[in-house]
């Protein structure tokens, strides 16, 4: 089994952190700061029985200008090739206006999508569930999984769901 995994999601959320865990090794660069991210990286996670191929795709947020705007096209059409998508949340900040762009673009492609809600070694338990309440009725997610992708809480599992999809 092999496929295409697209991560999407604001700039800071982590996934960077998720794919370098998951390959295990600095492919893609880390920052604190928005936009450092530039070029589609691709990492491969393989095991015994599968593949997968993990894009990490910048561009995903309202266009300012001309240049914006072609990137948010590369960008969409990326998300209509790949096998599943990952949209990455911030467990700790919550839902934003950039959230919402992201979500639009979404339902304008059929691939299936995961909501990973990332930086769960940030908050409680409790916070966790209104936070899945926020999220759920504003799309469909074939699943909704919380991880922290610096100390690989759950990844384990999240890579499980992945590999059904692939
Ligand atoms: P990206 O812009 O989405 O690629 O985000 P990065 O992977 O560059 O991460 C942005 C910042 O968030 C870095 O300082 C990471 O160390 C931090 N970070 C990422 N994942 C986690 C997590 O699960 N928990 C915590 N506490 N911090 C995280
Ligand atoms: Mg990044």
């Not at 530039?38 to 393989?46: I, L, M």
């Not at 998508?85 to 979500?103: H, K, S």
């Not at 639009?104 to 059929?110: D, F, G, N």
């Not at 209104?130 to 999220?135: A, F, L, P, W």
Request: overall charge positive; cysteine-free.
């Amino acid at each position: 089994k092999s496929g295409f995994i697209s991560i999407i999601g604001r700039p800071n959320v982590g996934k960077s952190t998720f794919l370098n865990r998951v390959i295990g090794q600095k492919i893609a660069i880390m920052s604190d700061k928005p936009q450092t991210t530039r070029n589609k990286v691709q990492g491969v996670y393989t095991t015994d029985d599968s593949q997968m191929i993990f894009i990490d795709t910048p561009g995903i947020h309202k266009p300012k200008h001309k240049l914006g705007d072609f990137m948010m096209k590369v960008a969409t059409n990326t998300l209509r090739e790949v096998d599943l998508i990952l949209f990455m949340i911030n467990a700790v900040e919550g839902l934003g206006r950039g959230d919402e762009f992201i979500i639009e673009k979404l339902k304008e492609v059929k691939t299936p999508v995961f909501l990973v809600i990332n930086k769960i070694d940030q908050i409680h338990p409790e916070e966790l569930l209104s936070i899945i309440e926020q999220y759920k009725d504003l799309f469909d997610f074939k699943e909704v999984i919380p991880i922290s992708a610096l100390q690989g809480n759950n990844t384990e599992k999240l890579l499980a769901e992945i590999k059904k999809y692939l």
